[in-house]
């Protein structure tokens, strides 16, 4: 049983109170002498739990070391702990149903009964076996797609929709977590994704042509959404929320009438039900605004004010009278403490056009993307601890401008918040002139290396003499339970340098001498030393803190810790010289430099907002490009700059994605660019709808580029079947390695197959789509035993055809 503490302040008139809580339960106990609800709303709440205990239990699970009903049980005490943790903090519109196993689109699917038949579900409550199957795949079958959920480092799972899908309700999750809530004594806002939203993230299945309109299946779902709109009336629910974030993208017409066409074969449905919609990550544009605030059923409208100022001037230009505008103004996708006067101002603007009873305080998003609680971080500098607000805190801030705005503001409270924004606008710790001016000079060039791609893969081959279709690894290794302990006894001074060097030394060399046993070409050191690929990094930058437990969900149980960056970025010293050179000493093939690109470390990040974002990447990038030159003076052919994160960075909107485009790309030339034509420079992309920036990928002018393919049902493909003519090595991933199932021989040489009809193959690459950090042994060793061997028989196929 742990014991810690939350400070209860002044606007909640809260007292320091205990927090207790083991790892299968879960108890807030927050005692205040006012919980007056007032108006304010949280769009969502992490799911993991404050120490991860959801990760854990989940993994537990799949691993067959505990039940479903221990499960289960887990993940009711992180649910009963959330919701009373906002309902005792005076939060009056508390979520429901925003709790997920995995993914809340994946629990939509679920709920609609839209499982591909693959999967074999014969109907009814859709269960485990049928749920993970889907999210993870089996042993026989493939998961479904996994993409980025808009902008955001989150991933959701791709509904996979056909003409003749039947859909029909086989989970009544949002229900039962509705009356799970009220046993309670919580009347929660049940949180559903919207329906429009809903089919347009989907995708055509397999074998449907890419013209089907998704958009044709309104009316087939719109039966399950009145059945669970029904049970959730008929057990008391008042009010009802739908997520429909797609509004804040670029739709046409078409797209947009779909809206007005729901709502209104709603109406009767929703019926005596306050209905909120919400939308966040970015402005809602004018025609959206339009049709959202003209819809009859819709009671609510909730909006995001940090990502979305645009917003404010439509609002001024008309909002429908006597009905409710949700404001999100507490940042949920960052961690920085609120501007509270700046906030409370923009409310009371709010509240001067649309009534200010009619103003309702929330978050810009779920505060799904933020870490989860501060009162865990006992090892941060105090002063820039003071400049933060994690999840927990935000639901404080909340309410803090709900009460000022309804005229109880705690002067005291809003006095220390201004203290804090002074201290961090003020520090020196913050500013390195040096730096700076360096960035800045960074834009009078746009750092091209001086001979094309072709003339440089020549002098690459020549040096490296690789066989067609060589084959790699993306960078990371399984990371064992023993190494991870190792690494935590070093952190915490238990063990002495000199033992940790030579235990990383000792994985290092195991996973040499199994690729050279597996006859991978191109090989990698396994990143032993490595927590996760951008905290590495930061740790070894200046202008960053970092977390103990500031985890933020990415998929599934996976969770990243994002570093924090404050102030100005800088390398005081190299940061894996040592290490690669270790490894390739170990082997005569090559061996990567592995580095993570300053685009993915900012994106990946918290990052600062007192400076343009491309400004903190133009810093990044000249730290990169530093290791770089060293890697090469150390002897290192082969780097590997990843730029994972590169396209999740991309505005939502068509008008901004230039800018965007031009600056990430132009950092990753920065690291570079300064390289001999015999040193090949690699990059890695994963999760993400690559077609429609192939020209910002070719213009990053890589050697090499290694990209997610197979489980996106080799969309990447579709790109140079449709004439795209790529220069440069390319490997687009064989195999999904976010599944445990293991990939035969035939079905990995069919996907080389598939890929020589639009590649040739002297570009042509063979790796996994990504790293096997997450994976076993057990699962690695076969899967890529199968791969090497694919290689080769297409190998030897091309060699007899010639």
Known sequence: ?????????????????????????????????????????????????????????????????????????????????????????????????????????????????????????????????????????????PAMEMTKWFDTNYHYIVPELAPDVKFSYASHKAVDEYKEAKVLGINTVPVLVGPVSYLLLSKPSKGVEKSFSLLSL??????????????????????????????VKDLDAHQLQAFTHVYAEL???????????????????????????????????????????????????????????????????????????????TLQGLGDIVGKDKVVVSTSCSLLHTAVDLVNETKLDQEIKSWFAFAAQKVVEVNALAKALSGQKDVVFFSANAAALASRKSSPRVTNEAVQKAAAAMRGSDHRRATNVSARLDAQQKKLNLPVLPTTTIGSFPQTADLRR????????????????????????NAVKLQEELDIDVLVHGEPERNDMVEYFGEQ???????????????????????????????????????????????????????????????????????????????????????????????????????????????LRKSEEAFYL?????SFRIT???????????????????????????????DVITIE??????????????????????????????SPRIPPTEEIADSINKMLAVLESNILWVNPDCGLKTRKYTEVKPALTNMVSAAKLIRNQLASAK
């Open 218 to 247: 309104i009316d087939k779902i719109l039966p399950v959404y009145r059945e669970v709109v029904a049970e959730l009336k008929a057990a008391g629910a008042s009010w009802i929320q739908f997520d429909e974030p797609t509004l």
């Open 486 to 509: 190792v690494r935590r006894e070093f952190k915490a001074n238990k063990i002495s340098e000199e033992d940790y060097i030579c235990f990383i030394k000792e994985e290092i060399n």
């Open 1 to 141: 049983m742990y014991k810690v503490f939350i400070q209860c302040v002044a606007p909640l008139t809260y007292s320091l109170c205990p927090v207790s809580f083991s790892p299968s339960s879960l108890r807030f106990s927050v005692r205040a002498t006012s919980t007056r609800a007032m108006a304010s709303h949280i769009v969502g709440y992490p799911r993991m739990g404050p120490k991860r205990e959801l990760k854990f239990a989940l993994e537990s699970f799949w691993d067959g070391k505990s039940s479903a009903e221990e499960l289960h049980k887990v993940a009711a005490d992180l649910r009963s702990a959330i919701w009373k943790q906002m309902a005792e903090a005076g939060i009056k519109y508390i979520p429901s149903n925003t709790f997920s196993y995995y993914d809340q689109v994946l629990d939509t699917t679920a709920m609609l009964g839209a499982v591909p038949p693959r999967y074999n579900w014969n109907g009814g409550e859709i269960g485990f076996d049928v749920y993970f199957s889907m999210a993870r795949g089996n042993a026989s079958v």
């Open 662 to 666: 031009n600056w990430a790309v132009h």
């Open 541 to 651: 930058l200046s202008g960053f803190a970092f977390t103990a437990n500031g985890w933020v969900q990415s998929y599934g149980s996976r969770c990243v810790k994002p570093p924090i960056i404050y102030g100005d970025v800088g390398r005081p010293k190299p940061m894996t010289v040592f290490w690669s050179s270790t490894a390739q000493s170990m082997t005569r093939r090559p061996m990567k430099g592995m580095l993570t690109g300053p685009v993915t470390i900012l994106n990946w990040s918290f990052v600062r907002d007192d400076q343009p974002r491309f400004e903190t990447c133009y810093q990044i990038a000249l730290a990169i490009k530093d290791e770089v030159e060293d890697l090469e003076k150390a002897g290192i052919t082969v780097i590997q700059i990843d730029e994972a994160a590169l396209r999740e960075g991309l505005p």
């Open 267 to 345: 109406e009767s449905s929703l019926s005596g039900l306050n209905v909120l919609i919400e939308t966040y990550f970015a402005d809602v544009p004018v025609d959206a605004y339009k049709i959202l605030t003209s819809l009859k059923a819709v009671t609510a409208y909730g909006f995001d004010f940090v990502r979305g100022t645009k917003t404010l001037d439509l609002i001024k230009g008309g909002f429908p009278s006597g009905k409710f505008l949700f404001a999100g103004v507490v940042d949920g996708r960052n961690i920085w403490a609120n501007n509270l006067e700046s906030s409370l101002i």
């Open 709 to 738: 393919n197979s489980r996106s049902d080799e969309k990447l493909l579709s790109v140079f079947r449709e004439g795209v003519k790529y220069g440069a090595g390319i490997g687009p991933g064989v195999y999904d390695i976010h």
């Open 672 to 702: 570079n660019s300064g390289v001999k034509d015999t040193t090949q420079i690699h990059t890695h992309m994963c999760y993400s709808n690559f077609n429609d920036i192939i020209h910002s990928i070719i213009d990053m002018d890589a």
